[in-house]
């Protein structure tokens, strides 16, 4: 391919990064460095660094980073072992039980998560199927607190995303070569020593690009958390990206808003930089 043709199909794609992430992240920079609010917008004061040194001394930021340290530790591995065991129960049953099983689960999936997040917490109100299962259990309605209600958040999010694993894993599982499997079976390995040796080290890469994806997305987690705790401060149950909203809608301090927002963007491309480049070094290792 020609230089010239080359930069007519990435213009575009440039022309949108320019557009709708550099020149944001450019101008977000700069107001990072100022105070103002919602009525001081035209008369912002340079601070220097003093948005940056609140933010790192605010322990309410730092509980919103633990929060979203612990969903994030908690609901990945949960999600993987989940959806993996699920797809290789869908490997062994007839396509047409698993084509009901796997439209069922894509409507999880696939439903807007504001919406989802709705009809989900309405399980846990009074007359709720949760709380009515909950009051089976324990004889009691579900009191919402801090505790119950970060299980909640951390339970929808295995509601919700836990068939994007099974889905992935499952079209992972189609394109092992039914040739290593044969060979094992030969050799005299059982089906979990089929799985442990044949199966798991062929989907190794694309586990570790499901882990990437779930992590990212649980780094940016706001539309439950802003729907199923409706922002009560007492459940104390933001997270990092609820906390910046926060900060910026109801603390209306806007200057302190745009560092938070650069430093989680940071923190974003540290979180998904080993992936990165591990990708690029087994990229350039093939050449």
């Not at 439950?224 to 603390?251: E, L």
Request: proline content about 4%; overall charge neutral.
């Amino acid at each position: 391919m020609k230089n010239r043709e080359f930069a007519a199909f990435v213009a575009p794609s440039m022309l949108a990064l320019v557009v709708f992430t550099i020149i944001p992240l450019v101008v977000a920079f700069g107001l990072s460095f100022e105070s103002y609010d919602y009525w001081t917008l035209d008369a912002r004061v340079f601070v220097g660094f003093r948005n940056y040194v609140d933010i790192l001394t605010d322990s309410r930021f730092w509980d919103a980073f633990r929060f979203t340290l612990l969903i994030m530790a908690a609901v990945t591995p949960t999600e993987i072992f989940m959806g993996s065991v699920v797809a290789l129960l869908l490997d062994q049953i007839s396509k047409r039980v698993r084509g009901i099983f796997v439209a069922l689960a894509l409507t999880t999936y696939v439903s807007v998560p504001v919406v989802a997040s709705y009809m989900f917490r309405g399980l846990f109100y009074t007359g709720g199927l949760g709380n009515w299962l909950f009051a089976l259990l324990t004889g009691q309605n579900l009191f919402l607190d801090e505790t119950s209600v970060k299980i909640i958040l951390i339970i929808y999010q295995l509601w919700r995303d836990t068939p994007f694993v099974i889905l992935v894993v499952f079209a992972g599982l189609q394109s092992l070569p039914d040739e290593l499997l044969d060979q094992a079976a030969i050799d005299g390995a059982n089906r979990l020593v089929q799985l442990r040796y044949v199966a798991i080290p062929h989907l190794a890469p694309l586990l570790v690009l499901v882990a990437m994806t779930i992590l990212g997305a649980l780094y940016n987690i706001f539309d439950p958390i802003f729907v199923i705790t409706g922002m009560n401060p007492s459940y104390h149950a933001d997270s990092i990206m609820a906390y910046n909203w926060r900060t910026a809608t109801q603390f209306g301090q806007l200057g302190k808003a745009n560092a938070m927002a650069l430093l989680i963007t940071i923190g974003s491309i540290l979180l998904r930089f080993p992936f990165l480049y591990s990708t690029w070094r087994s990229q350039v290792e093939e050449r």
